[in-house]
């Protein structure tokens, strides 16, 4: 394996390590709800950056220790993060050409997928919650897009 390709798989795990902590910190209520998806947003960008080392398995792989540092029903943001991760992965050179703004906008509606899912899953198992809040994530995540994006392209650059 080459040592680029070796830096950039630690830099996919650090920054969806980082994302899964950022998931399980405590923040204020108001906060809380709008607490946007780091860990999914860094596995998209990874996909669309680097698709060869941001496989699906990654992505079914980061969902699962989502689900395991949450407690929820095992396979929930795990199926959830495969979904987006496919369509990302099947749709990753169309966005790369997109300007900024406009995959802000693709984000979001891969990110509302996601939330459906997790909607359709808790309603499955009987934890449904369907308040307006739910879907602050999304909005948060989208607006959160362009700095995801230049924090991992000067991550990127130096790892060169």
Do not use: C, E, K
């Not at 390709?5 to 899964?20: K, N």
């Not at 996909?47 to 929820?72: E, N």
């Amino acid at each position: 394996m080459r040592r680029g390709m070796l830096g950039r798989r630690i830099l996919y795990w650090l920054s969806v390590a980082a994302g899964l902590a950022l998931a399980i910190v405590p923040l204020p209520g108001w906060l809380a709800a709008s607490r946007p998806d780091f860990a999914l947003l860094a596995v998209i960008y990874w996909v669309l950056t680097s698709p060869r080392i941001a496989g699906l398995w990654y992505a079914w792989l980061a969902g699962l220790f989502l689900d395991v540092l949450q407690g929820m029903v095992l396979g929930q943001h795990a199926l959830g993060f495969l979904a987006v991760a496919f369509l990302t992965h099947r749709l990753q050179l169309r966005m790369r050409m997109f300007p900024i703004p406009h995959q802000a906008a693709a984000v979001m509606l891969l990110l509302a997928l996601y939330h459906f899912i997790i909607f359709w899953t808790d309603g499955l198992t009987g934890h449904g919650y369907t308040g307006w809040n739910r879907w602050l994530p999304v909005l948060s995540g989208a607006l959160l897009w362009p700095l995801i994006v230049a924090a991992g392209d000067t991550l990127t650059r130096r790892s060169r």
